[in-house]
């Protein structure tokens, strides 16, 4: 995978199993990720545990089903 350096990964889905592995991989590859995932406390996790390495992860609570509150 080529450098991601100074780019943002939104990964939704990201708390757990699949989302959580490409949050990992974007973040190796030099990406900043954005967790978003209707389980707040596992992206919030989530994104714990990739900063841990000094990398930079943030967390959202978010469910991209729901239009409304895509928007908001």
């Known amino acids: ?3 991601l ?3 943002v990964a ?3 889905g990201g708390a ?3 989302g959580r592995g490409i949050a990992t991989v974007l973040q190796a ?3 900043d ?3 978003a ?3 707040e406390t596992g992206a919030q996790q989530t994104a714990a545990d990739l900063s841990a390495s000094g990398d930079h992860a943030v967390s959202i609570g978010a469910d ?3 239009k409304q509150a895509a928007e908001d």
Request: charge should be negative; proline fraction near 0%; glycine fraction near 8%.
């Open 37 to 39: 995932d209707v389980n």
């Open 10 to 12: 939104i990964v939704t």
């Open 5 to 7: 350096d100074g780019r």
């Open 29 to 31: 590859a030099g990406a």
């Open 64 to 66: 991209v089903t729901d």
């Open 16 to 18: 757990r199993r699949i």
């Open 1 to 3: 995978m080529e450098s």
């Open 33 to 35: 990720v954005v967790i």
